[in-house]
């Protein structure tokens, strides 16, 4: 019989794919990662929801303590990037560093398991020509993931399933009332669990990290403000920024050496180039040439056709065809072929229109 160890999280989506796969035949075993620390944590409630549900499929459950893991790879690395002057995505880094590798490593070596699933809307298939696993867009495209998935192995790919990358929420849903799942109805998380924990990233990143004033300044330097913090600011943001002006400003640039805001009009928040450093060619080989694609710099965020160039080592120059607003360092920038996700990294420098 097919063994797989399923991640649950708690909520439908994983519930759902564990009791698809449980369906399917397979021999389902419930995995759940005990994350962040403190009580109260939407951890706690999860790893609840994760256990009925195994009891309701008569699975075992297995719950795995990464506190240590996710202090050190997530809230370190979201804190001291922030503190630099960017805006970290944690989630593509947590499904790399936190969740996938450790699930696989863990089936393999305490369960004697080699297949992995989650309740990720994604899709994985082979490309036999080219001996690679291609990483695909969800068939619903409004619940899509794979932005925050480009950032997996060649061999984590192998390994995985997505039970869910071929339905729709909707039909989710259905299946999880079906099934008589109890987490059928359990309303949506919050994309970011840290946002859930603590109801806001301003109020996470103040635990870490205290006031600190400086000066909002507009292109030429003129000061006109302060604040309390350059934690508290991202790119392209407008509301918050505490300025009386004759025209809506939006910060446009961190200086973290200067402890600077920097705002500006919409256009100056626009750029048509950037750099992209870390970045993982996930369905293609990376190129020796550039290559044309289609490039979306935030979760939601429409994709705009571009040209990826690539550079020494793990980098590429992305040059898009029209300039976009609000793109960010620290954010993952992700480009695709149709459905087919090639590649992603991390958004390093910024170049003016």
Known sequence: ????????????????????????????????LWLMKGKGQCCSEGMVDAARLCEELGIPHHIVDTREVFEKNIVDYLVSGYQ??????????????????????????????????????????????????????AVDLNKDQ??????????????????????TKPETRRL?????LHTAEKPESQDLCLIEAHGSMRRFLDKYLPPQQGDI?????KVLGRHD??????????????????????VIGIDAGRNQ??????????ITEFTVQRVNWVSMAPPA????????????????????????????????????????????????????????GVIEVLAET
């Open 1 to 32: 019989m097919n063994k797989v160890v399923v991640g649950l999280s708690g909520g439908v989506d994983s519930s759902v794919a564990a009791a698809m796969l449980h369906r399917q035949g397979y021999d389902v075993v419930g995995l759940t």
């Open 84 to 137: 630099s002057g960017i805006t970290p995505l944690p989630c593509s880094q947590c499904n790399k560093a936190v969740k996938f590798g450790p699930m696989l490593r863990y089936a393999r070596e305490e369960l004697g398991i080699d297949r992995i699933a989650t309740g990720h809307y994604a899709r994985i298939e082979f490309d036999a020509a080219n001996k690679r696993y291609q990483l695909r867009r």
């Open 146 to 167: 794979s932005y925050f998935l480009y950032d997996l192995s060649q061999e984590i790919l192998a390994h995985t399933l997505f039970p869910l990358g071929d339905q």
């Open 176 to 180: 999880a009332n079906e099934f008589g």
């Open 217 to 221: 300044v507009d292109q030429s330097g």
């Open 229 to 250: 913090g350059i934690h508290h600011y991202t790119i392209g943001q407008r509301k918050g920024i505490g300025i009386a002006a004759d025209r809506p400003l939006y």
């Open 261 to 270: 805001v920097i705002v500006g009009d919409r256009t100056a928040a626009q």
């Open 289 to 344: 040439a550039p290559i044309a694609a289609a490039v979306q710099t935030r979760y939601r965020a429409a994709t705009v056709g571009a040209t990826i160039v690539p550079l020494a080592g793990d980098r590429v120059k992305v040059v898009l065809e029209e300039p976009q607003f609000s793109v960010t360092p620290g954010q993952a920038a992700v480009w695709y072929s149709g459905d087919r996700l090639l590649g992603g």
